[in-house]
């Protein structure tokens, strides 16, 4: 069975991480996962001037635990959108043993905080760095709002949708597999192949619980008016609705896909509906904005030409 070490790059007593590590492995009681609390490793702040007295003892034991494990479960508190200091400083000194101290082994980055985000900010710029040290990074996870999701007698996440979460992420470092994950460009691309076979359920799929649409203009709207906002997966699902209830769609073409920086899709086309009230067609060039998280459409901007909607929805 996989050896798997366990630790939390936190200095506080009470840390939330540290919860969120010792959760992982009550809950997993099968998996050999061994629970490493740094704290006890005490050194000083690495400096050059330091290091010529020699590498600490503490780390060179922690160094011979890393040798020893199968796989490593990271548990990161986000300090002004970085890493701690004090994990930092474990780093440095294992890193002058060895640069690539985690031994080409399977890392899982996790990470909890009060807010909404859970620290995922930060996981990203330390899921580069894995990779740096050796690792080779399988996944991450964060909890948001821990106050709310966890229960800290029982050391157990209490939403269920973040236990699920957390299953298939855990997954990833048991089978020592990265998950397959869609790029931005992907969700976008096959919200495009659901919409051009006419799956509306699979376009409806594509929208994240808590998405933001903008049909056109971005104001309000009676229910069954087309162009203006719609909020959550439930309107989402009524912007689906409207669709399919005033037009017929004879052609969908997307000209041009491209991502725009971290979590943006850009793309273009044109359409071709018959109005089913008039029979007319509505022709239009379109233009589309999608902000992309947890391979779900966020945010969706469509424009298309209202003028010519007006001219072909008039009898």
């Known amino acids: 069975m996989k050896k798997i070490l366990a630790f939390a790059g936190s200095s506080n007593q009470n840390s939330i991480n540290e919860k969120l590590v010792r959760s992982v492995i009550r809950k997993f009681p099968e998996q050999q996962i061994e629970f490493i609390d740094l704290k006890r490793f005490n050194v000083p702040i690495y400096s050059q001037e330091v290091e010529q007295n020699g590498i600490p003892e503490p780390i060179k034991k922690l160094f011979r635990l890393f040798i020893e494990a199968d796989a490593f479960i990271v548990a990161s508190p986000e300090h002004n959108g970085l ?32 807010g909404p985000t859970g620290g995922r900010t930060h996981l990203q710029i330390l899921e580069k760095l894995v990779l740096r040290w050796g690792g080779l990074f399988v996944e991450q996870y964060s909890l948001g709002n821990f106050d709310q999701n966890f229960d800290e007698s029982t050391l157990s996440i209490i939403n269920p949708q973040e236990n699920q979460k957390l299953k298939k992420t855990m997954e990833a470092i048991i089978n020592g597999q990265p998950q397959l994950k869609k790029n931005n460009v992907e969700v976008v691309q096959d919200y495009f192949n659901s919409f051009q076979k006419g799956n509306m359920a699979q376009v409806l799929d594509s929208f994240h619980a808590d998405c933001y649409i903008v049909s056109v203009k971005e104001e309000e709207r009676p229910k069954e008016q087309l162009h203006g ?21 004879k052609d969908f073409s997307v000209e041009h896909m491209s991502p725009v920086g971290a979590n943006m899709v850009m793309a273009n086309g044109t359409f071709s509906h018959e109005v089913k009230s008039t029979g007319k067609l509505f022709n239009s060039a379109w233009v589309q904005l ?23 929805s008039t009898l």
């Open 83 to 114: 890493p701690s200091a004090f994990l930092k400083n474990i780093i440095d000194w294992l890193s002058r043993i060895d640069q690539r101290f985690f031994g080409k082994k399977p890392v899982l980055l996790l990470s909890a905080s009060p």
């Open 229 to 249: 906002i719609y909020r959550t997966k439930d309107e989402a699902e009524q912007f689906l609705n409207n669709i399919t209830s005033l037009f017929n769609t």
């Open 290 to 312: 999608c902000v992309i998280k947890d391979e779900k459409i966020k945010e969706y901007r469509f424009y298309e030409d209202s003028a010519a909607y007006v001219t072909a």
